[in-house]
């Protein structure tokens, strides 16, 4: 049998043999231009921050507006660019919620650089539609007088009456030089009736991980994924809590002095089981990530009955 390496030494031959270049450029997006065969197109794409998740009555939900220009590089081809600077305005249709602020301009400093962001507050269960418009000004990119371009797009969002709410802490210490650290937080989870006692919802998964210095390399892992918790009541003063997590593809970016770059290695958490009085409760369980290498860790979970249950 081939010997295995152990996961500090191997995260350290990662560190010091990861070759990415990242260009000073604007970063190229996944989503398609509305028309494939523009040589120039803009459009506004719009998401909800983080991975999708149960929203909840009382909830407030993070929103991302970026304005996309897709130019015809000469050399490089079709680029798509976030445009920084644009006014972006918002408004809700439906009773569900409101939108706030009424209107936010696109900026470079952003997280991503060029986004601007809105936020959604749940008022009521239903549905509402965040609709985001935009008016591109021509003479912010590259100098072409394109004239102004009126832009729209829609974000629909659904709100639920949870009855239950979840949150998790999750932590895995892997040992050894690197001394990485793997977080997965699920931050207030709703759960929402589905009929003869059983509850369930999709949770935020966010992941964190910290690592020592490696030489001149160090590394994060900013990722988020998605789990699903059910309660089921069993008898009348027991529930059965299920916790199901997708598996993650965590990409671990390396910084070093001479070179950067990122590896994705897919981890898993184990499903947990538990039980719990009929308002809910606490515990400390242990939980082993499932990756390149399994780790024991543990996990902290609180179950509590929703607002006004």
Not at 54 to 72: A, E, H, N, S
Not at 109 to 125: C, D, I, L, T, V
Not at 203 to 228: E, F, K, L, N
Not at 285 to 309: F, N, V
Request: proline content about 6%; aromatic content about 6%.
């Amino acid at each position: 049998m081939r010997p295995s390496i152990p996961l500090n030494r191997r995260f350290r031959l990662l560190l010091l043999t990861l070759l990415l270049a990242f260009g000073s450029g604007p970063a190229a997006l996944a989503h398609a231009a509305p028309d494939g065969n523009a040589r120039i197109a803009t459009w506004l794409f719009a998401q909800q921050v983080g991975a999708q998740h149960t929203i909840c009555v009382g909830d407030d939900v993070q929103l991302r507006v970026l304005v996309i220009k897709q130019v015809d590089v000469p050399g490089r081809g079709l680029v798509p660019y976030r445009l920084a600077g644009q006014t972006i305005t918002a408004h809700t249709i439906g009773d569900a919620g409101t939108v706030s602020p009424g209107s936010a301009r696109t900026v470079a400093s952003a997280n991503p650089p060029g986004a601007a962001y809105f936020s959604f507050h749940a008022e009521r269960a239903g549905t509402a539609s965040v609709i985001f418009n935009a008016t591109v000004d021509p003479r912010v990119f590259l100098g072409l007088s394109i004239g102004g371009q009126a832009l729209k797009t829609d974000l629909t969002l659904t709100v639920e009456d949870c009855k239950y709410r979840l949150t998790t802490l999750s932590t895995w210490r892997v040992p050894g030089e690197a001394n990485l650290t793997f977080v997965a937080r699920i931050s207030i989870a709703g759960m929402v009736e589905d009929g003869g006692g059983h509850y369930s919802g999709t949770a935020r998964v966010q992941w964190t991980a910290s690592a020592g210095v490696v030489g001149d390399c160090s590394g994060t892992v900013p990722p988020d994924s998605q789990a699903t918790a059910t309660v089921q009541v069993v008898g009348r003063n027991d529930l059965v809590l299920n916790l199901l997590y997708d598996t993650a593809n965590v990409p671990l970016v390396v910084d070093c002095k001479e070179t950067g770059g990122t590896r994705d290695v897919t981890v898993t958490p184990d499903e947990v089981e538990t039980n719990y009085p009929i308002l809910g409760g606490r515990s400390t369980l242990g939980q082993i990530l499932r990756g390149p290498e399994d780790q024991p860790g543990t996990i902290k979970i609180r179950l509590t009955r929703a607002s006004g249950e």
